[in-house]
């Protein structure tokens, strides 16, 4: 099995994985009293949109992704769309009915784990599923994910 996607496949979703991220950031710190956690969350989206400057480099850098033989553009679109909205945070309004959940500081702080530690757990299964060559690409995206969830447990009490 390993092959099916290409790198570009995977830097595609964390480009879309980085927007989606900006936003859940940015109505995080809105529901924030506590300015530190509400600065965290203010910094994380601007990380977010520079990480997803990253990644778009990386994906302008890449060849183009080739459709398999057994499909055509317009359903390996639909079918990779599913697969970036299978994340936890972006499917189904699960991420809005999760963001209304949200009482406290520290939910909110758990609630962003979660949604980084969903986006590294994604990077890191697809990172089987592309060619040797072509893995040092989804190593960067779970590095920049990395650094968010150890920023975010730090800020969590003791």
Sequence with gaps: MAGIFKANDIVRAAVEAEKKGKDFYECLAGRMQNDTIKDLFLDLAREEVEHQKIFQSILDRLEPVEVPAYSDQEE????????????????????????DQVKNEQEALKLAMNFERDSLLFFKEMRDFVPEGEKQYIDRCIEEERKHLTRLKQMMPA
């Excluded at 769309?81 to 963001?99: K, P, T």
């Design 76 to 99: 390996y679109n639909a079918y990779f769309d599913a697969l970036i909205n299978s994340h936890m945070l972006f499917s189904c309004g699960w991420g809005e009915f999760l963001l």
